[in-house]
């Protein structure tokens, strides 16, 4: 199949305004063949429910050259992960949360539900489990206990300055963590979450059981407008470095971009109902990682650019290498001086 555009790719030319060799007036549905086998860096037993790849040091240490280095065969980039079995009613039965690191696999918390990362010069990783919260120990490669909550969490998200962490417990509350991790508050206006996601100006996203989602700013809370109504399934993302201001959104298989003005857009690309990804890390935006059919799979757009996998695209990145890397480094730069 010759493939019009990749989708890892899509997400940062629809957000970034960048030119695709698609008519503006095209929708682009991606298949299971954007999966392909080259791509594959892990093979699982279980369902891949969340997929989180940190921007901070751990991945992106500006006093390193491993970002400029990355090789066709394997990454340096640290992603965390979750397993689980879901049931009909979409109820999952977690599996645990493990580390993929240069095709190395390992499980570091049995009882792990979701990971957040810091969004400074450090190399801390918050991990949700259900007995609290605990941190990614990286010269050891385990998960040590933060703070002394116990409550069962299954979300969690951190902001761009400080200590201060949202947590989504599994009765659907979400809390404010501070006092490294010994306090926590409880967010009186928002009700039922089901999900919960920050975008880069630590606006908070969520949806309720109806399947609405809202955003949570200074302003107070917004209900999100122009997304379809009685839909089945949502699925909220972490946004991709370049969006500051907003985060995409699965609505059933077709994705928005929702903003914390409390609008949207449809970004006129969608699934087919057997190519929906059951998790997606495209924080970093240049090397990007999706969980699809209990696999994950890795696309290093620079990699992709540069060799011969992607024709219609390597002009146009061949031009932009530099442009793009400069536009990383600002941005986590950015990101960290907040």
Partial sequence: MAMKIFTAFL?????SGAPTSVEDDEKITITKEYFLRNFLKYEGSHDIISVVVPL????????????????????????????????????????GLYTLKNGQVKKILENGRDAASSGDNSRTVYLAASDGIYTYKENEQIAVKYGSLTDSIIGIAHIAEGNTL???????????????????????DIFDAQQIVLDYSN????FTPDKKVYVKTTEGIKDIVGLPENSTKITLIKPPFILEDGIPVLVDNVAYIVYSNGTSENSDFDFELDAI??????????????AYDKKIYEYNILVLALGEILDEL???FSNKTSDIQSLAANRRASLRSK
């Fill in 11 to 15: 997400l940062v030319g629809l957000i």
């Fill in 56 to 95: 901070n040091s751990l991945n992106f240490d500006e006093n390193k050259s491993s970002e400029s280095n990355s090789n066709e065969d394997e990454s340096n980039v640290t992603v965390f992960f979750v397993e689980a079995d879901i049931d009909e009613a979409g109820k999952p039965t977690y599996q």
């Fill in 166 to 188: 949202y947590i989504l417990t599994d009765d659907h509350t979400v809390y404010e963590v501070q006092n490294n991790g010994n306090d926590k508050s409880k967010l009186e």
């Fill in 203 to 206: 606006n908070l996203y969520f």
């Fill in 277 to 290: 990804p059951s998790a997606f890390g495209m924080e970093a935006a240049l090397i990007q990682y999706y």
């Fill in 314 to 316: 390597k002009d146009f």
